[in-house]
């Protein structure tokens, strides 16, 4: 069995305050930046991130996928401005 030493604490009574965070259910999926996001065709690239807030319980996937959104002018079209992409994003 061990032996476990004994701790003296000298002084008035000490107090403390605990916060306990309810992380026990499975939260949400959002975009990091919850302003527009504007991409530069000239950058090569986007980054878009996406996080789990507000739990973290369980494996939770997102599916997701690239869309064009019409055929305007002032509108990216896929294959040519950006490649079609589409899958699943897995937090565990």
């Not at 009574?13 to 959002?30: C, Q, R």
């Amino acid at each position: 069995m061990p032996i476990v030493d004994a701790v003296e604490f000298k002084g008035g009574d000490t107090k403390t305050i605990v916060t306990i965070i309810d992380d026990d259910k499975p939260g949400s999926i959002a975009f990091e930046d919850t302003k527009p996001i504007k991409a530069i065709a000239s950058e090569g690239k986007a980054e878009i991130k996406i996080i789990r807030k507000n739990g973290s319980d369980g494996t939770v996937t997102v599916d997701y996928e690239t869309i064009q959104l019409d055929k305007s002018l002032h509108t990216a079209t896929a294959g040519v401005d950006y490649e079609d992409a589409k899958g699943t994003l897995t937090f565990k």
